[in-house]
């Protein structure tokens, strides 16, 4: 007997699950399907594991500073590798088992299986077929692994079993320097891994503003070498190493961690079907603020639509998914304000409008070296570049790019200023506290502020005006 329901739910990842507590509202007749672990890549494998080894990674790393702050360390610290793995692991479960709950109690909602799309309006898995009223995809992605890498065995991991390791490895290549390769590159070099990185392109960490890249290529790599615009090949070296090549530069390791990007998790599922067309990743045209395939019931959230793999991003997606596919009509929402962060020390950040999307002609830059920066002086924590970016005619917000201390605390504070519409003479009229390192936001609002073409003198606190 044909199953019917009003809401298809593929995939229980983060943007998955936040579309299921919205449909939830409205319905009770849905089913969510899922293959593969439960739990959403950033519970398991991404942003808390991270931050659980990085942390632990900083704590070791302040001994450094000990001497110049005024302590006598008579003792030794040594790392016990598998005690801060098994610490990760462990609070790692706790997140993955409250995330869990949302399906615990599904009873019969909840399918464990692949689906295949036959239609819009059906899908099958293990065997059944389901006809639904709406359709969301949410499949998530996948780390890419290069096919002839795989041969190496348990000797290369990404991100999947990093975590799984129950000791931490001698050396380690890092293949990759985007958010999760350069945040564990950092951290295992910390912790005393020699590691080695490596990237194909010329900047790190995401970023796109050449003089940001450039003060954090310099900080980082004061840590591990780092070899950009590199072409990495793998190969045996004995005892069960792995020889790392990137033309005259050699590294024997005994691991490397891949993190060269990441693929739609679209096998199997038959996005053809869906009788539209599909991009070279295998993915239909859908509108961003709808999260609708055209014209069809169907929507598709979170990192499997390849628009921004945050989990931010893709819990709004969700949320925008969810409530669209319940609705009689299509609601159109606006997208807040791009926040994106690697979690490494300097922090490096972005907010608004990245360097690289700029129209330079139509644009003033306010810059801030945070090598004199009072607050940042005082943890010893003074290096990095903020750039903050404004319309030369107007003066309002649009971006910034950033590798400072606190920089994932600053680049809230921007995107919140950006997405309310102010102009820097605004957010020069908000209060600054002293000595705190936002300080250096007013300091490059003051940069910008002397460049814009109507530009407003006077006071920068604010006039009070009479009704």
């Known amino acids: ?55 632990a990674a900083d704590i070791y790393h302040k001994r450094h500073l000990y001497e110049e702050m005024g302590f006598k360390l008579t003792g030794s610290i040594e790392v016990d590798g598998k005690a801060v793995l098994k610490r990760a692991r462990g609070l790692r479960d706790k997140f993955v088992s409250s995330v869990m709950r949302a399906t615990n109690n599904l009873g019969d909602k909840n399918i464990s299986g692949r689906a295949k799309i036959l239609t819009p309006n059906l899908v099958e898995v293990n065997g059944e077929q389901i006809q639904t009223k709406a359709l969301i995809i949410a499949t998530g992605s996948t780390p890419i692994m290069p096919e002839p890498w795989k041969k190496f065995g348990d000797r290369i991991v990404t991100n999947e079993e990093l975590f799984e390791m129950d000791h931490l490895p001698g050396s380690l290549a890092v293949v990759g320097l985007g958010a999760i390769g350069l945040e564990m590159a950092q951290a295992f070099s910390r912790l005393g891994v020699e590691v080695t990185g490596f990237d194909a392109l010329s900047t790190i960490g995401g970023i796109t503003d050449p003089e940001v890249a450039a003060s954090a290529v310099k900080l980082l790599g004061e840590e591990f070498p780092i070899h950009l615009e590199s072409r990495v090949t793998l190969e045996e070296d004995g005892s069960k190493r792995i020889l790392v090549r990137s033309g005259d530069i050699e590294v024997s390791v005994e691991k490397v961690l891949v993190s060269v990007g990441r693929k739609p998790n679209t096998a199997g599922l038959h996005m053809e079907n869906l009788g539209v067309p599909l991009n070279a990743m295998g993915i239909p045209e859908f509108n961003h603020n709808t999260m609708q395939v055209g014209n069809l019931p169907v929507f598709i959230a979170g990192d499997v639509n390849t628009r921004i793999p945050l989990l931010a991003e893709a819990a709004d997606d969700g949320h925008i998914a969810g409530v669209n596919s319940i609705k009689d009509s299509i609601q159109s929402y606006c997208r807040r304000t791009f926040i994106g962060i690697v979690f490494t020390h300097p922090n490096i950040a972005a907010a608004g409008t990245k360097f690289a999307d700029l129209d330079m002609e139509n644009t003033v830059i306010g810059a801030m070296d945070y090598s004199g920066q009072a607050r940042a002086m005082t943890a010893l924590q003074n290096h990095g570049m903020l750039r903050i970016y404004a319309e030369k005619d107007s003066g309002k917000l649009i971006g910034a790019e950033m590798a400072i201390p606190d920089g ?60």
């Open 408 to 467: 994932e605390h600053l680049a809230h504070s921007i995107s919140w200023a950006i997405q309310r519409g102010l102009t820097v003479f605004e957010a020069l009229e908000l209060n600054f506290y002293h000595p705190v390192t936002e300080e250096g936001i007013r300091a490059a609002l003051r940069v910008a502020a002397n460049k814009i073409e109507k530009r407003e003198s006077g006071p920068e606190i604010p006039v009070c005006r009479k009704s």
């Open 1 to 55: 007997m044909l199953r019917k329901v009003d809401v298809v739910i593929i995939g229980a990842g983060t943007a998955g699950l936040s579309a299921l507590g919205h449909v939830r509202k409205r319905t009770e007749n849905f089913v969510i399907i899922n293959d593969g672990p439960y739990g959403t890549t950033c519970a398991r494998i991404g942003c808390m594991p991270s931050k659980m080894l990085i942390e």
